[in-house]
T-cell receptor, first 113, second 116 residues
Framework: GDSVTQMEGPVTLSEEAFLTINCTYTATGYPSLFWYVQYPGEGLQLLLKATKADDKGSNKGFEATYRKETTSFHLEKGSVQVSDSAVYFCALFPTDSWGKLQFGAGTQVVVTP | NAGVMQNPRHLVRRRGQEARLRCSPMKGHSHVYWYRQLPEEGLKFMVYLQKENIIDESGMPKERFSAEFPKEGPSILRIQQVVRGDSAAYFC??????????????FGEGSRLTVL
C-alpha cells in the first residue's frame, strides 16, 4: 500500500542554519505530495505542495521538489528561525483515493537562538 | 472567518465512559476527516465523511468507534467504553469539493482525550 517515510527527529539546529528533512514515499500512480507543519498546541497547517514530477513547492522560505526518480520530496530551508520550531509532516494524496491523505510520522525541529 | 472548530479541546474520561468529540468544518466545506495522533506517533486516518454519508471508514477500529456528519450540525466522533489506549489527540479536518484542491485539508486545533 501507499506509505510515507520521513527522517526521525528531533532535529536540533541553531538559528540561521540550513534545514533538510528527508521524505520518501511509496505509491502507485502519481500522487500529490505535501508538507504540513504543526506548531505547539495547534493543528496542522499546509506548508507547501507539489502535484506532479519536478514541481517545486515553496512557502515561507521552505522548498521541496517532487522527484519521481527517487520517490522523494525533501523539505529544505536555507536559514531557519526560532519560530520555525515545530513538527513537520510529509504527506501524500494518492491519485485513486477518495481523500485519504496519508502522513509520515512527523519530524520535530527545534531551533535554538 | 472561522476555521475548523473542535470541541472540547480537552476531555478527561474514566475507563468505560463515553467520549464525544465535535467538529464544525469551515464554512462552505462539505468534507470532514478525522485523524488520530497517538503520543510520539504521526497522524493516522480514521474516517472520511460527507454530509449524511460515510465515504471511507477504513481507519476506524471495528468496535466502540463511530462517526457521523448529519445534515445539520457538527460532525461527531463517538468512542464508547473508552480504554486507556484511546488517549490521544483527535484532529478533524475539512475541505471543499475535492476536485478543486485534492489533499489540501484545513485542520482544527484538536481534541485531546485523556482516559484515566
Amino acid at each position: 500500500g501507499d506509505s510515507v517515510t520521513q527522517m526521525e527527529g528531533p532535529v536540533t539546529l541553531s538559528e540561521e542554519a540550513f534545514l533538510t528533512i528527508n521524505c520518501t514515499y511509496t505509491a502507485t500512480g502519481y500522487p500529490s505530495l505535501f508538507w504540513y507543519v504543526q506548531y505547539p498546541g495547534e493543528g496542522l497547517q499546509l506548508l507547501l505542495k507539489a502535484t506532479k514530477a519536478d514541481d517545486k513547492g515553496s512557502n515561507k522560505g521552505f522548498e521541496a521538489t517532487y522527484r519521481k526518480e527517487t520517490t522523494s520530496f525533501h523539505l529544505e530551508k536555507g536559514s531557519v528561525q526560532v519560530s520555525d520550531s515545530a513538527v513537520y509532516f510529509c504527506a501524500l494524496f494518492p491519485t485513486d483515493s477518495w481523500g485519504k491523505l496519508q502522513f509520515g510520522a512527523g519530524t520535530q525541529v527545534v531551533v535554538t537562538p | 472567518n472561522a476555521g475548523v472548530m473542535q470541541n472540547p479541546r480537552h476531555l478527561v474520561r474514566r475507563r468505560g465512559q463515553e467520549a464525544r468529540l465535535r467538529c464544525s468544518p469551515m464554512k462552505g466545506h462539505s468534507h470532514v476527516y478525522w485523524y488520530r495522533q497517538l503520543p510520539e506517533e504521526g497522524l493516522k486516518f480514521m474516517v472520511y465523511l460527507q454530509k449524511e454519508n460515510i465515504i471511507d471508514e477504513s481507519g476506524m477500529p471495528k468496535e466502540r468507534f463511530s462517526a457521523e456528519f448529519p445534515k445539520e450540525g457538527p460532525s461527531i466522533l463517538r468512542i464508547q467504553q473508552v480504554v486507556r489506549g484511546d488517549s490521544a489527540a483527535y484532529f478533524c479536518a475539512s475541505s471543499p469539493l475535492q476536485a478543486i484542491s485534492p489533499g489540501e485539508l484545513f485542520f482544527g486545533e484538536g481534541s485531546r482525550l485523556t482516559v484515566l
